[in-house]
């Protein structure tokens, strides 16, 4: 499952609190629609490059009661693999 910005800038995309609302909104339906067809999920695997307040606002989101572990990975596009 993928979510994304069309034509997202890497630096100015974010520029009002409502984007960040809409991210969360849009996070947490996602998370929905992963626990309805894998309700034995035992882990959600989550590779996010976005800004810092969508990382917080996707935190928020999970609910540990709700839904499985969710395992994240840090993405920086300094470091090389």
């Not at 995309?13 to 929905?32: K, T």
């Not at 609910?63 to 395992?71: D, F, G, Y």
């Amino acid at each position: 499952m993928d979510i994304g910005v069309a034509k997202p800038d890497p630096v100015t995309w974010l520029v009002h609190p409502d984007q960040v609302s809409a991210f969360r909104r849009v996070f947490r339906d996602s998370l929905a629609r992963i626990r309805e067809p894998v309700p034995r999920c035992t882990r959600i695997h989550v590779f996010a490059a976005v800004p810092m307040p969508c990382a917080v606002a996707a935190g928020q989101a999970i609910n540990p009661r709700m839904h499985a572990p969710v395992q994240l990975y840090q993405f920086d596009q300094r470091e090389q693999a």
